[in-house]
């Protein structure tokens, strides 16, 4: 289906509801830095997040779990910097939401205050809601993040994926409506099966962001390294890479390298 895309200067979460109304699927990518961020931005991306995956990708951690408030707030700032028109989603880390609400808001305030942020992400459902309530009642848009949520990757025990027993997809749909009935704007849904994926998207009038979660949500999310094909380890079946960076930027490491060595660069041109 043909949707007519509506220019919009600025995204804001109200935008995002508009595009699921008029059944405009929503693009979503990560960025952590300021040159990577002005890219994606430039490219007409609807919505940025600062996913803690900066963790695994900037940091070469194995989870998400160590990155910490401070370093959200850097790579954050880094980003609002670069951006004339996306909405930037900055998620909460591990420890900065999950002991208390007070907390919760505290961390969500300085994501906000210290980062320039639109919004911030948190992972959970109904261990998390009154902590969701606070945030919200502060008037900062809160984004849920439901199905596999790798901060809880230690009680999962692997990356598979999530909600394929009745019980669990109960679990999901339930917590899918307390989110929205708390105030969420939008939700993304991790590797969950497709077909429950679309009845949550249906059964909702806030938008389903997906990644692994089929395409009959409202948007989809990838990680911008993985989908670049920066990184080369990670290949799960929902991944689509539309460039191979990993050979192109190693061919021109080689190069230059054989280059500064041959010396042919720099060259007379390329002098002062
Ligand atoms: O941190 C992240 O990049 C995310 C996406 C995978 C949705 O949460």
Redesign the pocket.
Known sequence: MSVAKKEYKRITVKSLTEMKNRGEKISML?AYDYTMAKIVDGAGIDVI?V????SNVMAGHET?LPITLDQMIYHASSVIRAIDRALVVV?LPFGSYQSDPKEALRSAIRIMKESGGHAI?VEGGKEIKESVKRILHAGIPVMG?LGLT?QSIYKFGTYTVRAKEEAEAAKLKEDALMLEKAGCFAI?L?KVPAKLAQEVAESLTIPIIG?GAGGGVDGQ?L?THDMLGMTHEFNPRFLRRYLDMYTSMTDAFKQYATDVKSQDFPNESEQY
């Open positions: 990560t997040l996913g803690d995956s900066a998400t998620d992400k993040h790798p993304v991790e990644i999310v990680v």
